[in-house]
């Protein structure tokens, strides 16, 4: 018995990895693929994001589709001429087996790859080691046993042409064991969230994504029609023109774009993914699907937490998790308040819970832009789904509830507005994930504020007409107090315009909340 336990990985990798006897015909994978694909993969191109450093890291929780990109990435390489053997996949949460003296079965396991696999084809070409649930082989509390990072690093050390592809729940796991290592390892982390909403978009309505009508966010992330190069040039006219040419390019299908936008705030990016059905109406979804999302987020705190931050009562995370599901973005909360509530002190709240349920991608708090002591936070879930799921609502009832569909517009704008602060930056050079704070002033709030090099960009809410006024106010007094040369305006469909971009002026951009989602 004990031999087999220790060869458990070894006797499996056949069937973890079909494709070598199978090629194309192995894989069983959904009918779309998410925007994450497009950007590491990079079909059309030559190269992908998973070669551009020794090892990457995809990091997210479960259900979210790391492993399913991976398994992407192998069917288009392998559908696009390259060798089925080029590509090693060993899955360490698919058997507990697999865990035991995982250093000794890792290493076992390459070697058996590269002299019965690897060895049937010319070795000149890029091979791929893919690692998925590597947070399951850390093994802090066995000093016999290597934790994944020594092995992985001795993979990258013998001179080949191999890359290494990691998934885990946090980006933490990866930077804290890679840091660790004696060997230096050329690494990068790429967090895999819910689905966004030109994904559920592009499932919806394919033609969308297909030739001149799919929108794009790369023009606004970088060159001379980009949101940057309007801070630099001080001319908010620049990035006007941009957004007005992606509208056209989705004109034709706007009304069935904005039929949408409900249905997704009531789904959020999970749930309609896990499916292996087109999900077009929330009234698809059954009581079930909620139930079975609240129960994976549960699973992942007690089985994630542990390994990504001590914490001695986890129970904490999933209620606060709760009380963001029912402030839904609103008010902020006194952490005094929090610290009362949930009888610790401020320095667990603010050091420890929040930054390991961000760390988790399942929740963020933010506090005041500007504010170097904020006495307040609020909290925004990363998938508005979450909160129908923690909240026991009849997810159709959305579609009656303005008030609601309102705020969960704004927990949608919060998470897509964190994801297109960090696209900009990151194809400005600057690495880390990017603050989303809100602001007050005397004339209302401004929903968001992100940053751009050192440049603020305020960002407010007018879902529905009667918070216009406020928000607009709100923006322009952001705008005087900070000299920021562009504000942005997110109108809802209640809210009629001249045109759908419109430049109200003092660099003050309005534009519909469909395709600000549909751009971030």
């Known amino acids: 018995m004990g031999s087999d336990a220790s060869d458990a990985l070894v006797r499996a990798m056949h069937d973890h990895n079909g494709w070598w006897e199978r090629g194309v015909d192995a894989f069983e994978l959904p009918a779309r693929e998410k925007s994450d694909f497009y950007q590491l993969v990079r079909p059309g191109e030559t190269g992908s994001q998973f070669e551009d450093q020794p090892l990457l890291g995809l990091v997210g929780r479960q259900g979210v589709g790391k492993t399913t990109l991976l398994h992407q990435f192998i069917h288009h390489r392998i559908e696009n001429g390259c060798a089925p053997e ?133 023009s606004l992330r970088a060159g001379e029609s980009s949101l940057p190069a309007a801070l630099e040039q001080q001319d908010p006219t620049v990035v006007v023109d941009e957004l007005r040419e992606q509208y056209d390019r989705v004109a034709d299908t706007e009304r069935r774009i904005r039929s949408q936008v409900v249905d997704y705030l009531a789904m959020g990016g999970t749930i309609s993914y896990e499916r292996d059905d087109i999900i077009e109406s929330v009234a698809d979804l059954r009581p ?56 610790v002190d401020r320095r667990t709240i603010a050091d420890r819970y929040l930054p390991t349920l961000s760390a988790l991608y399942l929740l963020t708090g933010t506090t005041e832009y500007d504010n170097s002591r904020p006495r307040s936070v609020k909290l925004f879930l990363r998938d508005t789904g979450l909160v129908t799921a923690l909240t026991d609502v009849d997810a159709t009832a959305v579609r009656g509830d303005l008030d609601r569909e309102a705020e969960l517009a704004q927990v949608a704008a919060f998470d897509h507005t964190m994801r297109f602060a960090y696209g900009i930056n990151a194809a400005q050079g600057a690495a880390g994930t990017p603050a989303v704070g809100y602001w007050r002033g005397r004339d209302g709030q401004v929903n968001f504020v992100f940053e751009i090099g050192d440049r603020p960009v305020p960002v407010g809410m007018a879902y529905r007409p009667q918070g216009r006024a406020e928000s607009l106010a709100a923006i322009r007094e952001f705008k005087r107090s900070y000299n920021a040369p562009v504000g942005l305006l997110l109108a809802g469909d209640a809210l009629g315009g001249q045109e759908p971009v419109e430049h109200l002026g003092d660099g003050v951009i309005q534009l519909p909340y469909w395709l600000y989602l549909l751009l971030c």
């Open 288 to 343: 079930q699907d909620y139930q079975r999302l609240r129960e994976d987020v549960r699973n992942a705190l007690y089985r994630d937490v542990p390994g990504v931050e001590s914490i001695q009562t986890i129970a904490d995370l999933e209620r606060l998790c709760a009380l963001a599901a029912r402030n839904r973005g609103g008010e902020a909360l006194r952490y005094q308040e929090l610290v009362e509530l949930f009888d």
């Open 86 to 218: 080029r590509f090693l996949y060993l899955p360490f949460d698919a058997d507990p087996l697999y865990q035991l003296r995982s250093d000794r079965q890792l290493r076992r396991a390459v070697r058996y790859y590269e002299s019965r696999v690897l060895g049937r084809i010319e070795t000149d070409g890029p091979q791929f080691v893919l690692l998925d649930d590597v947070h399951q082989i850390e093994h802090p509390n066995k000093p016999t046993v290597d934790r994944w990072g020594v092995p992985v690093a001795e993979l990258l050390a013998d001179g080949t042409n191999r890359h290494v592809i990691v998934t885990a729940t946090a980006g933490r796991q990866v930077r804290r064991e890679l840091d660790s290592v004696s060997r230096t390892v050329g690494y990068d982390v790429q967090p895999i969230l819910p689905e966004k909403f030109r994904d559920h978009i592009f499932t919806v309505y394919p033609s969308v994504e297909s030739g001149d009508s799919r929108p794009s966010p790369t």
